[in-house]
Each structure stands twice: as C-alpha cells, then as structure tokens.
C-alpha cells in the first residue's frame, strides 16, 4: 500500500516484489497474534488457529480474487460498493466503511507501535535505557513515522523486501528451534494433549475452538492491503498476478500461524503470556531469547520493531490513498484533505490521541483492530455476493460467497459482543467521519461543483462565442418549452428594460444527485435573436447556473423565487441539488466575487417571483 507519489502511475514490479509490501502488513501480525491468541483460547490456540487459516484460505482468499479481478487499479471492495450501491445510501454505506478502514489502519499503526515499543522495553539490552516508557516510546515511534512521510517515502517495495524476507526468516529460525525442543521433551506434546482432553471429547473440542477462533480474526489482515497494491504490479496479467500475491501470501501465513501457535502453546508457561507477563504480546519474541539466547533474541526484536514499523507506513499509506479518493470527490472534506502534509499532521494527530486513549497497550486496541478488519471482509463478501448477483453468476456460486458472508457476519458479531470496546472505537471513527463529512459537504455546497464542461455537437460549440462577454442576458427556466420561453421574454420586458439577446438555461439533473462534482454536456441552439441552452449531467441546478454565469459572463442574470418553505429548500439543495435556485444562485456567486476580485463589471442579478 505504500507508495512514493513521486514516483508515477508508471512504475510497476513483479508480483512476487509487491508480496512483500502487502507482507509488512499482514506477516507482521506475528509479532503479537500468537500471544493473542495464547490469552484468547489457551491450549485450544492451535485448533482455534486451524479453523482461522481455514477461514482464510476457504473465504478471505476466495473473495479477494474476486474482488481483484473487479478491481484493476486497485479500488477494492469499498469502491466496488459504492458502484453497487448508488445514490445516498451508497454514500451512507462507504463513510460507515471509511469508519472501519479509519479503525482498521490507525489502530494498526498504533498497536504496531505499542508492539513495537514493548519489544524494544522488554529486551535485556534496551530495557535499561528505555525503563517503562512504552507510551513516550509509541508516541516517539509514530513521530517517526509522520516525520518519514511528510520528507516522502521513496523506494518502499526494497525496503519492504529488505524488511519482511529476514523477518521470516528469523521466525522460521525461532519455530524450528522450538519444534526441535518440542521433539526432544516430548512430555510437552503429552502435557498439551492431557490438558485437551480434559476439556472434552473432539465435539467439544472443535466447538471451542469454533466459538473462539474469532478472537483470532487478527491473523487475516492484509488482504485489503493486498487489493490495494494491484496499480504496482506490472500491467500483462496483473489480475492473475495479484491473485498469485494473495495466494502465496496467505499460503506462507497459514504455515507461520500454524506453526507459531502450535510451538507457543506447548512452550509459553500460562503465566508469561497472562497480562503483564514476559510473554504478553511477543510469544515468539519470549521463545527467541529462552532458547537461543539474548543474542540472538535482541536481533529478533530489532527486526520485529522494523517490520511492525513498517506495518504502520503500510496504514499510514492506506489512509493517504483511501481519504482523498473517496471524501473530497463526495464534497464531505476540505479541499486540503488532498494534499499529502496536512493529512499526515491530522492521522498523527489522531494515533497519538488513541495511544493515549489505550495506553499503548496491545492486547486493549486488539479489538478495535479485529473489529475493523473483520468489518472491511464482510463488505468485501457482500460486495462479491452482490456483483456475482449483477452478473447472473451460478446460483451455487453465489451462494457460497454468501455463506462466506455469514461466516465473517458470525465472526464479526462475536467479536462485537466479546470485545464491545472495538465496535466503540468503531463507532466513534464512523461518527466522526459521517459528521466531518456532513459539515464539510453543508460547507461546500455553494462551491461551483463542475468537473468540466463538453458540448454535444459542433454546432453549439460554434454558438458559444457568440453569447460570451456581456452580450446576452441568462435566464434559467425550470420548463423550457417554446411556450415558456415565449412567456418568460414577455414577462421581463414588461417590467424590465432588457437590451440584448436572452440565453434561456434549463438544467437537467444526473439520476444520482448524491454526487459533488460532475461533468457537464451543453447543448446550444438559436430561437430567433434568442439563445437556448441545454445543459445535461448537472448535480445541482443553482451551482450549475452560478458556473454557466462565470462562463457567459452576461450582461444580467433574472433568477425566479418560489417563496416556498425556506428550510425545506434548503434541504432539497444540499441533498437533491433542487429547492430555492434563485438565492442559492445569488449566494454562490457572492461567495465566488469575494474569492476572485476583479476589475470587470459583474453582471446585473434581477430576482423575480415565479
């Protein structure tokens, strides 16, 4: 997800390099999974842990290749719902996601942080310098890392390589080294089968492990990370070579969860991995110094500290594609939430004040994390279920994608009523998000809100100079009929003295009004000495009009006056682009003079009661 906007759309890898950086994310959860998972289930880890890599293999994965293959430049599943979903409920269902990737991407670079720091302070050589300074140590980390990408985060897929290959590789080290203990003592392997048995025969087993596998749902994160990264590889067979990256990457975490959690079990003493124990949150870590010494355990934590750094660049990348993609182009942010500084000021803003919130404290932000990305694969479920649907797909096709969706909805659920402190969370940032979004877009309602502006034909762009620079007057109709114009020409002549040709302007709406910006199609014919505009494709009939106005330069503009109920106007404006266009008109104009002074005559605004 990380990548230097420096760098071009141009530049793509092979997709065994672009592994690597949806790696940082997802394979650094080992960092602190299998102790999660040690506190969550106990002895029941590795079975719980089975039923999660099966979930992932038999679900995320089968989803995900779905979703790449309708996601080429890397959009995901929140932009194949908002394409699904037109309109304000479409806009109302991806800020409620946007509040779960905002969960989902912050909480992982502040518990990567936390993380982090715990490993640094646990470590035999740091600890005396660092003490207990893990909050200073986690703020300290993430100042680091707003300080990166405010300079600018060059070469990202080396580094990400460099990072996540020896991290690997050093988790195999420590995992063998474990299996080989477990080999060589096997009243381990005895002890761990004893303590199963007595909690039951294989039924009891398999549904314990079944209700609490979801509080392992950290174990799958990173495939949204591994969508998003789809616009890097390289263009010949970026769909089969996506599906490739997401293949292998949850082929090699299946085999690392399996195998962390099986050696954690059977090695980690139930009171190092309690709260506050030796063990809390850095399983493996724990393992690395116990058995191959402090050595080789403080390399260990150095290169757990990159990775789960690393990870938190991965976020922080995330929500610097994800925020300007979606809310300014809906009108629910400021125009500077587009640029790369200020949002990186605000997103560090935001971790410091929910490290603080939480302490710093791994396993407190671990729900919140899970809540978020179990949030992100529903949506991605039901976003396949729904395409597939679109498409006419086999019944039985659907059907699965659907069963899968009430796999994650079960998940998801558990983890709500388990851990109520991460749908909290959750709710704050979704409330924030759809509240900010509403202010801002009530703000940018009198924006002129026009993307571009086309003609349909050769003539009207042939016309259009002739009615430019205070040579007609522009008079919008909400019905433009022969009738209506003729109408509406006696009208003004006979209580206004008007010189010139008059342009007649009729606005036609999109279907969707929920939209911001639009581009705009005009057409433009003569009647007589007179002009009529048709323009097609608007979002909003005032701002469309203010827009024209800028473009025609006239010499005076007659706006009509419903004197219906104000509030409701004010309503149909902001949400339907309609209501009282005469002020809204009058308004955006005022707003934009102020914006632009200049030294030419602005035209004459005459308001009339219809």
Not at 253 to 266: G, K, P
Not at 513 to 533: C, H, M, Q, W
Not at 600 to 610: H, T
Request: charged residues 15%.
């Amino acid at each position: 997800m990380i990548s230097d906007h420096r760098e071009g759309p141009h530049a793509t890898h092979s997709w065994f390099g672009v592994l690597w950086l949806t790696g940082v994310d997802y394979f650094s959860t080992l960092g602190y999974q299998p102790g999660i998972a040690l506190l969550a289930a106990g002895a029941l880890a590795p079975l719980a842990t089975l039923i999660l890599v099966a979930v992932t293999v038999l679900g995320a994965l089968p989803i995900y290749a779905q979703v790449a293959l309708r996601s080429y430049a890397g959009q995901g599943s929140i932009a194949m719902l908002e394409n699904l979903l037109p309109g304000w409920g479409g806009k109302l269902f991806v800020l409620v996601l946007l509040g779960f990737a905002g969960t989902d991407f912050v909480i992982t670079m502040t518990l990567s942080a936390a993380d982090a720091a715990q490993h640094a302070i646990e470590n035999p050589y740091l600890h005396p310098y660092l003490g207990e300074a893990r909050e200073a140590l986690t703020i300290g980390l993430l100042a680091v890392l707003a300080l990166v990408f405010l300079k600018g985060f060059r070469e990202a897929i080396g580094v990400a390589g460099a990072v996540a290959i020896p991290y690997l590789l050093l988790n195999v080290v420590v995992l063998g080294r474990g299996l080989a203990e477990i080999a060589r003592h096997p009243d381990f392997l005895s002890g761990w089968k004893m303590g199963l048995h007595a909690r039951g025969d294989w039924t009891m087993l398999l549904v314990g492990s079944a209700l609490v596998f979801p509080r392992l749902a950290l174990g799958m994160s990173g495939f949204e990370t591994g969508v998003s990264v789809m616009p890097l590889v390289h263009r010949a067979g970026r769909i089969r070579s996506t599906r490739k990256l997401l293949a292998a990457a949850a082929l090699i975490m299946s085999v690392m969860l399996i195998a962390s959690s099986f050696v954690t079990t059977l090695l980690v003493p139930e009171k190092a991995y309690q709260t506050g124990g030796d063990a809390a949150g850095r399983a493996i870590a724990y393992l690395a110094h116990h058995y191959l010494g402090p050595a080789f355990g403080t390399i260990y934590d150095l290169a757990t500290i990159l990775i789960l750094w690393f990870a938190g660049a991965s976020a922080m990348a995330g929500l610097l594609n994800l925020v300007p993609r979606y809310l300014p182009r809906f009108g629910m942010a400021p125009r500077w939430v587009a640029f790369h500084r200020p949002l990186v000021l605000v997103l560090f803003a935001i971790s410091v004040a929910v490290t603080l919130v939480f302490k710093a404290d791994v396993e407190a932000q671990s729900g919140a994390y899970a809540t978020g990305v179990l949030a992100l694969m529903l949506s991605a479920a039901i976003a396949v279920a729904l395409a597939l649907r679109r498409e006419k797909s086999s019944p039985l096709l659907q059907g699965y994608f659907w069963v899968v969706a009430a796999v994650f909805a079960y998940t998801l659920g558990d983890n709500v009523i388990g851990r109520p402190d991460g749908v909290i969370i959750s709710g704050v940032f979704i409330l924030a998000v759809v509240v900010l979004s509403g202010m801002s877009r009530w703000r940018r309602a009198t924006e002129l809100r026009v993307a571009e502006v086309r003609f349909v034909d050769h003539q009207s762009a042939a016309l259009w100079p002739a009615m430019v620079g205070k040579k007609v007057n522009l008079v919008p109709l909400r019905t433009c009929t022969p009738e209506a114009r003729a109408r509406k020409a006696e009208e003004m002549r006979k209580y206004y003295s008007v010189t010139g040709p008059i342009a007649f302007t009729h606005v036609n709406l999109l279907d969707n009004r929920s939209e911001f910006l639009a581009p705009l199609e005009l057409k433009v014919t003569t009647e007589g000495d007179n002009y009529v505009i048709e323009v097609f494709g608007a979002v909003a009939i005032a701002n469309t009009i203010a827009y024209l106005s800028e473009l025609i330069d006239p010499v005076s503009i007659f706006l009509g006056l419903t004197r219906r109920n104000p509030m409701e106007q004010a309503l149909r404006f902001l949400l339907w682009g309609e209501g009282e266009t005469g002020l809204m008109v009058y308004t955006i104009l005022l707003r934009y003079w102020d914006a632009t002074p200049e030294d030419d005559v602005r035209p004459l605004i005459f308001l009339m009661s219809e």
